[in-house]
């Protein structure tokens, strides 16, 4: 097994991006899958080296990356060095930045003998859930789609009505990250990105619109995105397949830093899982 960690993907105009490749080296074109991490997440985050790992085993190339503006550096990818940054993010942001990685995947590198580009599947965690779903309603590329203890409704997220008046008026509002203790600005911006991009960003019309092969995973503990979120996901297209484990909670069981060789049962489940979709989705296509 490779594993080709923090490969930067420059832009002169935009900040960097950094990836993550896991494959085995065969020579041979394998299904690509693309993960996305959620809110105050990064590609580093608990146990996803060994979702990594997982995929890779079973034939695919698995990217996974850190959003540009997520808070994290080249220097430092893990947690959150530059809040400025953090504060600066919003979804179209990230979704230009899976556009980048997908677009990486067609450019000249180390990885082409490897990557079978008519078969590229995307997988977004939390947040990242409702990110794959549009940027796969929108992109002929991506042909399959799974959400992993996703977000149904980016507009509840964007601001409540209480809040807007002072957020506005302050410029920023500061959520605290109970792992690290840091206040995290939210800057204005946010919330004016979404209003002006709020057709784009409705989960609701990518999901209803979506024509590929569409998983939604998630756990019925899960206290971070209730499961209804899933349940309506699942409701807006006929064709999806909802797959709910049963006791799992938002992060499937992990958390940060995850020390243990193999992911906990939870994880595993959500894993096998995708693995399964996307492989019957294989025969299928």
Excluded at 165 to 191: A, C, D, I
Aim: glycine share 6%.
């Amino acid at each position: 097994m490779q594993i080709i960690t923090n490969i930067v993907l420059e832009n002169n105009e935009k900040k960097p991006v950094l990836i993550d490749v896991f494959y085995k080296e065969t020579n041979q074109k394998k299904p690509i899958v693309i993960f996305c991490h959620g809110y105050k997440g990064f590609k580093d985050w608990g146990a996803w080296n060994l979702m990594g790992k997982k995929f890779s085993k079973e034939d695919f190339v698995f990217i996974k990356f850190n959003f540009s503006y997520n808070g994290g550096t080249v220097e430092n990818p893990l947690d959150f060095p530059d809040l400025e940054a953090f504060g600066n993010n919003n979804y179209t942001k990230e979704l230009d930045d899976l556009k980048r990685v997908i677009d990486w995947c067609f450019t000249k590198n180390d990885f082409n003998k490897e990557m079978n580009l008519e078969n590229i599947s995307i997988i977004g965690h939390s947040r990242g859930g409702g990110v794959v779903c549009i940027k796969a309603e929108e992109d002929i590329r991506v042909k399959k789609v799974i959400s992993l203890a996703g977000v149904s409704d980016f507009k509840k997220r964007s601001s409540t009505t209480g809040e807007l008046k002072e957020w506005k008026e302050k410029g920023v509002k500061f959520v605290l990250n109970s792992r690290t203790k840091q206040s995290m600005p939210h800057f204005y911006q946010f919330y004016e990105d979404f209003i002006k991009n709020e057709k784009r960003l409705t989960i609701r019309r990518a999901v209803e619109n979506l024509k590929k092969p569409y998983c939604i995973i998630h756990g019925d503990a899960d206290t971070s995105i209730f499961i209804k979120e899933a349940e309506d996901l699942n409701k807006w297209n006929v064709n999806s397949d909802l797959k709910i484990i049963k006791g799992a909670n938002h992060v499937f069981g992990a958390k940060h830093p995850w020390k243990e060789e193999k992911m906990p049962s939870d994880l595993e489940k959500a894993t096998q899982l995708c693995i399964n979709f996307l492989k019957k989705q294989e025969n299928i296509l």
